[in-house]
């Protein structure tokens, strides 16, 4: 089935932009993740090779 | 919650820091030994076991996975246990990390030595190791996942991604390229053959730069650099697009290893194409890296930790330049099979991973030895010497590159090759290659240097080998979402999950690449007048691997008017669907010899001439660096597995005839005998058992099949139908 599916792409040097495309959705899904971490949060997290070894991390 | 005391285990830490200074030094003394080679090949000593095509995968290997792999488990178990708050999972499973890695390098450089080989560039192991591999890299998985489901720290930190990224997508990769059949103990045939071999090989290639040597220190640089600036990460804002977009890109970048190749051009475009996006997640990093010291160059002057992390760094963001440039076609055109490669890989192995290590070290020895470093002087010292070893290293092989394409190249006003002879590009290159054994040797005197001072640092403190610390108990929450938390959110305190993810992104690069060429016929058109190798061949053939003959020559001409003129037809899909393994090799130290065997062809030599050349290459032409390979012609050829070969080879699909095995050696002492008489007729008296006659039939094959005069009736047996 995989061989027949595979066989029907038509123009597999579409490959490229296919998955450019796929990157693209991904790099934008990341980076919209990114911004929408609060600056406290983020802060906190560049911390932690740091933190004091009795802080209490059960904040979520 | 209530404070839990509880300890970090610093002997595992401190066991792989020895490893890493150990396996560094003999890693890069075999470096050095390979180098002078160059120079002198005599230095092989006649003997099989140092001879270039075995020392070179001890080299690579032992650097690799040895130096940098045991250097990657120092800092993973010391800051991993630090960012969780926990102790390692299981100190068994840490010992039998330690000491099952170690156990594998040794087996590794006594098979390579002994030619036990699968001839596939940095996956040389055979399948016994493989498996012994395997499982030692799951127990590290297994240890390393278990920390972290024990933390108390509710956010994974960046620098755990990245390791969580390694042991999966190095797993992913060591097992896909290790699909063997066995045929004895250490030898195997790969299940993959000619272009599909190649992509599936680049594929890991390419990767294991990507998920050994780089995310793995990435994460190093997540935790230490801060540290050792005592300044938080620049961004960890950009830290996290550079994680996913990262992981996410190498994994296709695989093909721009086979540019110009046999490859279908669909894959070629992708490995370029997703190569050149790597700059930006590389950069990414490395700006993140640089910028993390903003406010604090100061202490880079004094500090000699600092010094080695930022020219490490720079060298990650020289390196991760220069790759995608490289992987362009234009660039490739000139660069691919040239010095230039081994330039590029050593910025990145010297700078960026060795210069790393050594900062970790720095930085970690005296505080598990709760000391200080013995002497900053050393350091600085060890780090300028170090500093100019990689620049005597390079440039010479930068130089040496652009003489060797434009004298490959090269064709005179009548439109001929200007130097037809390979050799003469050889010797122009020696007094670079004398260049950059300086420099390996400059290097490796700064990591002497670097021991002593470590090792008087030890001597010096008192060593901590449990370190109490304390943090309160993470309080249980749900496994699923709360309220406000965003589904990333949600996979940063789930390293399963996480785990998982990251295994997609990588999957997604490979699927895509790798599945198609499998299962599209039209990707590799076969060619009716290439025939599987007679068994003599077939022997033949594996000589050739077992001697690493792949490291110095290529199987591959390019389509350009150069290379079609040097030596001869360009290499198509079809001519390698009986090859397990792909043999195109990646530099040329020598001449290709995919058109060897082709009678009147521009590479063609008697049996006589290869003979002779086997014996001993100097008498040939004294500026030869071949070494001698005497053995072939001393040793008898092992019969015993040719049966065996046939078989295995029918349940690859090659179309042996039924029964075949059966008459294998009939037919291999035939065709034997025929090369035995030539010889006999030059005057040359070697026995048709003997090993040289496998090797000089395999290269007296190569290139036959794709001519239309057929097979020389001089070597070949009863083609097989």
């Known amino acids: 089935m995989f061989n027949q599916v595979f066989q029907s792409v038509s123009g597999i040097n579409n490959y490229g932009l296919i998955s450019t495309i796929i990157f693209v959705v991904f790099f934008t899904m990341v980076v919209a993740h990114a911004f929408s971490i609060r600056k406290n949060e983020l802060s906190e997290f560049s911390r932690m090779p740091f933190e004091d070894e009795t802080k209490d991390s059960n904040e979520v | 919650m209530e404070n839990q005391t509880f300890y970090y285990d610093n002997k595992t830490v401190k066991l792989f820091a020895y490893a890493t200074l150990f ?36 080299h690579t290997n032992a650097v690799i996975f040895a130096f940098v792999g045991n250097g990657m488990f120092t800092g993973v178990y010391y800051s991993l246990q630090r ?67 024990k933390r108390r720290t509710r956010h994974i ?16 990769l060591h097992v896909a390229n290790s699909i063997e059949i066995p045929i004895t103990l250490f030898k195997s045939y790969i299940v993959y053959a000619g272009v599909q071999d190649a992509l599936v090989q680049w594929w890991y290639g390419h990767n294991a730069v990507a998920f050994f040597l780089t995310t793995p220190f990435l994460g190093l640089m997540y935790y230490y650099l801060p540290k050792a600036a005592n300044r938080p990460i620049y961004s960890y804002r950009l830290s996290i697009v550079h994680f996913w977009a990262l992981i996410f890109l190498y994994i296709w970048a695989g093909p721009h290893h086979l540019i110009y190749s046999a490859l279908p051009n669909w894959a070629q475009s992708l490995g370029v194409v997703f190569s050149v996006m790597l700059i930006a997640p590389s950069w990414g990093g490395m700006v993140n890296g640089l910028l993390t010291l903003r406010g604090a160059w100061d202490k880079v002057r004094e500090d000699p930790v600092l010094k080695f992390m930022v020219v490490a760094v720079t060298a990650y963001g020289m390196s991760t330049f220069e790759g995608p440039m490289m992987s ?26 060795g210069f790393m290590t050594f900062a970790v070290l720095y930085w970690l020895i005296p505080r598990i030895f709760q000391t200080n470093l013995y002497s900053r002087k050393l350091a600085n010292t060890h780090f300028w010497i170090g500093t100019l070893g990689i620049i005597f290293y390079a440039v010479p092989l930068y130089w040496g590159a652009i003489t060797q394409f434009l004298m490959w190249k090269e064709f005179t006003a009548e439109g001929f090759l ?134 110095c020559h290529s199987q591959q001409v390019r389509p350009f008017r150069s290379e079609t003129e040097r ?78 070969k046939i078989r295995v080879m ?37 026995a048709p058992n003997k090993e040289i006659i496998a090797l000089i039939a395999y290269l007296q094959r190569l290139g036959v099949d794709i001519h239309s005069a057929g097979l020389s009736a001089v070597v070949s047996g009863n083609p097989v139908k």
Not at chain 2, 28 to 53: E, H, K, N
Not at chain 2, 122 to 127: F, I, K, M, Q, S
Not at chain 2, 157 to 172: E, M, S
């Open chain 2, 23 to 58: 396996w560094g030094v003999i890693g890069m003394v075999v470096g050095l030994l390979l180098a002078l080679q160059f120079i002198w090949p005599q230095l092989t000593f006649g003997i099989p076991y140092t001879t270039f095509g075995r020392i070179r995968p001890i």
């Open chain 2, 83 to 149: 960012l969780c708050k926990a102790r390692m999972f299981s100190d068994i499973l840490s010992k039998i990390n330690f000491w099952g890695w170690q156990l594998i390098i040794v087996a590794a450089a006594l098979t390579f030595a002994f030619g036990f080989t699968t001839g596939k560039e940095y996956a040389e192991l055979e399948w016994p190791i493989d498996i012994l591999v395997a499982v030692i890299w799951i127990v590290f998985g297994w240890n390393m996942i278990g920390t972290i489901i």
């Open chain 2, 157 to 172: 930190y960046v620098a755990i991604w990245f390791y969580l990224a390694t042991f999966v997508t190095v797993a992913v």
């Open chain 2, 418 to 551: 200007k130097y037809p002879n390979f050799l003469e590009t050889v010797t122009q290159l020696k007094p670079m290659y004398a260049a950059r054994a300086v420099g390996g040797a400059l290097y490796i005197s700064g990591i002497v240097i670097g021991i002593y001072n470590l090792i008087i640092t030890i001597r010096q403190g008192k060593f901590l080998a449990e370190e109490a610390a304390s943090a309160p108990a993470l309080e249980p929450i749900s496994g699923k979402r709360v309220t406000g938390e965003g589904a990333h959110r949600w996979l940063e305190r789930r390293p399963i999950q996480f785990t998982i993810v990251a295994l997609i992104a990588i999957l997604i690069g490979g699927i895509i690449e790798i599945v198609p060429l499998y299962l599209v016929k039209t990707n590799i058109p076969t060619i009716a007048s290439v025939k599987p190798y007679t068994p003599l061949e077939l022997q033949g053939r594996d000589i050739y691997v077992r001697e690493g003959c792949y490291t």
């Open chain 2, 567 to 644: 030596y001869g037809q360009y290499a198509k899909a079809g001519e390698y669907v009986y090859d397990h393994p792909f043999q195109w090799g990646s530099k040329r130290n020598g001449p290709d010899l995919s058109r060897e065997g082709v009678v009147n062809g521009r590479q063609y030599k008697p049996n006589s001439w290869h003979y002779n050349h086997m014996l001993n290459p100097q008498k040939l032409n004294a500026q030869s660096i071949m070494p001698v390979y005497k053995w072939l012609i001393a040793d008898d050829l092992d019969i015993s597995t040719t049966a065996r």
């Open chain 2, 328 to 353: 362009t076609k234009t660039v490739n055109a000139i660069s691919h099979f040239t010095d230039w490669t081994v330039g590029h890989a050593h910025i990145g192995a010297l700078g960026w991973n």
């Open chain 2, 650 to 686: 029918q349940m690859l699909g090659v179309p042996y005839p039924a029964d075949f095995d059966k008459i294998a050696n009939e037919e291999l002492m035939k065709q034997a005998s025929l090369i035995s008489a030539d010889l006999k007729s030059q005057g040359i008296d070697c």
